[in-house]
């Protein structure tokens, strides 16, 4: 049997996997050198990837926000046959599995975003308190905000030159570095240091 451009392939496919509760499209993608999207109104994206007489089929996450970390990718392979064998194999094996790795990554996502939220505000009522009249992460600003992503995401506020405060988790947590005081100056600070900390 011929196989199909892997185009043909995909939009047989989304027109197999139309229901009433959500449209499916194609999309080209140069992810791999013979592959295309498919993906439904409803946030579902799937790639299919064609490799010699054999199809994967591997659901993907929303790219924002950025996780720490999150589900895998759950995926399936099958025969490269009719596109409603593709389309049947997909139904019954991968959208069960990637329906729950899309609730867990949703809830994921929710967490970050709270956290992201919390040290915003935090790191709005340092840079106030600082002296900022506005939020910028403009580096030539007198005080700046910038937003770390990744493992370890964090919240930074600095205000140049000595001034830095580092905000993680969801703003409870900072760690306040501030360089270059005069010795009258940090013996200012310390018991406020010392109130808050004990």
Do not use: K
């Amino acid at each position: 049997m011929q196989q199909l451009p892997i185009s043909e392939l995909a939009d047989a496919i989304a027109a197999q996997m139309q229901t009433t509760d959500a449209h499916w499209h194609t999309e080209p993608t140069r992810a791999w050198p013979d592959a295309a999207f498919l993906i439904s109104d409803d946030g579902h994206q799937i790639a299919l990837i064609r490799t010699g007489r054999s199809v994967t089929a591997r659901g993907f996450f929303p790219t924002e926000p950025r996780l720490r970390h999150g589900p895998s990718h759950p995926e399936i392979t099958m025969a490269d046959r009719s596109p409603q064998y593709i389309c049947g194999h997909i139904r019954r094996r991968l959208m069960p599995r990637y329906e729950e790795a899309l609730t867990a990554w949703r809830r994921l996502a929710a967490e970050t975003v709270s956290e992201q939220a919390g040290r915003a505000a935090t790191a709005a009522r340092i840079a106030s308190a600082l002296g900022a009249d506005r939020i910028t992460a403009d580096w030539s600003a007198q005080v700046h905000v910038t937003e770390e992503t990744g493992h370890s995401p964090r919240t930074t506020v600095r205000r140049h030159p000595d001034t830095r405060a580092d905000i993680s988790g969801s703003g409870d947590t900072v760690n306040l570095t501030a360089n270059n005081l005069t010795g009258e100056q940090a013996a200012a600070v310390c018991p406020l240091l010392h109130q808050l900390t004990t």
